[in-house]
């Protein structure tokens, strides 16, 4: 969590000394030191797909947020709907968080995080957060879906109430997390 142990390696002499500071930093925050290398994509969109799934088989989008603007990898600021991506695209990042879901058999409220690269109009699978996360209320107010009454009607066996044609986002959320930082002391809290 929170960019704990990622390094960004722009030099390949940085290389060795990046992967020694990332397990370490690993180690000490997880008890494990492994780390994996993924591409590193500059000027990057955070763009999550809310997901609802069922124990009956059907699993929905509920469109995206944005939670791009974040600081130490922290959000700060999520929207929805995103201003970076159009309506062809929003429909097969849906569609793949759909099948991602469904192909671990995933039940619950969750959400896929992927990163869009708007120079390429390509998006990379980043995460799945198996839980309901802080910024759900920006869904919830332009889908008009009560997300945490919708998951307890999960956990209870019951079927999904809707659709995916049911679901029609109207407007535009926006949600801001304030934090109490003193910004003349490196933003400590």
Not at 67 to 82: D, N, T, V
Not at 104 to 127: P, R, W
Not at 181 to 189: C, G, I, K, T
């Amino acid at each position: 969590g929170g960019g704990k142990g990622m390094r960004a390696v722009l030099d390949a002499g940085a290389f060795e000394s990046a992967i020694g500071a990332a397990r370490r930093e690993a180690m000490a925050a997880f008890g494990n030191d492994e780390v994996y290398l993924e591409k590193l994509i500059t000027n990057a969109r955070h763009i999550e797909i809310q997901v609802l799934a069922d124990s009956h088989g059907n699993t929905i989008h509920l469109g995206e947020r944005e939670c791009s603007i974040q600081r130490r990898h922290q959000k700060l600021i999520e929207e929805a709907p995103s201003v970076a991506i159009d309506e062809k695209m929003r429909a097969e990042m849906g569609r793949v968080a759909v099948a991602a879901a469904e192909s671990v058999g995933y039940v619950n409220a969750g959400t896929i995080e992927f990163l869009f690269d708007s120079k390429d109009n390509k998006y990379y699978f980043l995460e799945m957060n198996t839980r309901l996360q802080v910024e759900h209320p920006v869904t919830e107010l332009v889908t008009g879906i009560d997300i945490v009454k919708e998951q307890i009607a999960i956990a209870a066996g019951r079927r999904l109430r809707y659709r995916q044609e049911d679901i029609a986002p109207k407007g535009w959320a926006i949600e801001c997390r304030i934090t109490a930082e003193d910004p003349f002391n490196n933003f400590m809290p």
